[in-house]
């Protein structure tokens, strides 16, 4: 069985701020990570993803993640926080090596505000 | 390019109308996805397409038929809906079911009236 835990639901951070989005898995096995982004009216696009691989995981528009198998914890972060940032944050998890849906667990969502 | 197509972008439609949802993905692609979400709710996945096969059915009511003409499209066709129905259906896809991450469009705004 797996499972995401999302632990924030609503975060709000100052623009130019560093922002932490907390995000904690269980998995029966090694597990496949992902943070999706979804803007207002829009669908959802990627943002990172973990594949076994290194475990601090760059993606785009400055965001980071780190794997720490340990906390069985995959938060993401960013240095500093824009306003175009303001948003919902899934994090997924998935059994298999890179995500298929039939694997593929989503957390509730962290709406991150950002505050001018 | 990881781009997922969806049309139309909005529909309204009466309860006894018939409508559908489309999707187009032009990467080659052999896995493509339903999923609906409501408001404030992380999505959930409806019927996965693995090589133009339906390989899953979440218990999905009859009035949503899907339809996988293509390895590039996916169809979803709506009858007979109720207003519990009206929620954003996001379509992706994926190079394959097992295994890789997945892409997915702008979704279709629905609401049933």
């Known amino acids: 069985a797996q499972s995401v835990t999302q632990l924030d639901s609503h975060v709000s951070v100052s623009e130019g701020t560093p922002v932490l989005l907390r995000c904690n898995y269980s998995s029966s096995y090694s597990p496949s990570l992902f943070w999706y982004v979804q803007h207002p009216n829009k669908g959802l696009q990627l943002l990172l993803k973990y594949t076994s691989a290194a475990t601090l995981v760059k993606g785009i528009n400055g965001f980071e993640a780190e794997f720490k198998k340990s906390e069985t914890s995959f938060h993401l972060t960013k240095p500093s926080a824009h306003m175009s940032d303001a948003a919902e944050y899934f994090c997924?998890?998935?059994?298999?090596?890179?995500?298929?849906?039939?694997?593929?667990?989503f957390g509730k969502g962290t709406h991150l505000i950002i505050q001018p | 390019d990881t781009e997922v197509t969806q049309t139309p972008k909005h529909l309204v439609m009466g309860m006894t109308n018939k409508k559908s949802l489309k999707c187009e993905q032009h990467m080659g692609h052999r896995a493509m996805y339903w999923y609906k979400q409501k408001a404030k709710k992380p999505p959930e996945l409806m019927f996965v397409y693995s090589y133009e096969k339906l390989s899953i059915n979440e218990s999905v009511p009859s009035r949503f038929s899907p339809e996988c003409p293509n390895s590039s499209l996916l169809n979803l066709h709506l009858h007979a809906l109720q207003p519990e129905d009206s929620a954003l259906y996001l379509c992706?896809?994926?190079?394959?079911?097992?295994?890789?991450?997945?892409?997915f469009g702008e979704g279709s705004w629905l609401t049933v009236v």
């Open positions: 992706a896809s994926s190079p394959s079911s097992a295994g890789n991450t997945i892409y």
């Open positions: 997924v998890v998935s059994t298999y090596s890179g995500g298929g849906a039939d694997g593929l667990t």
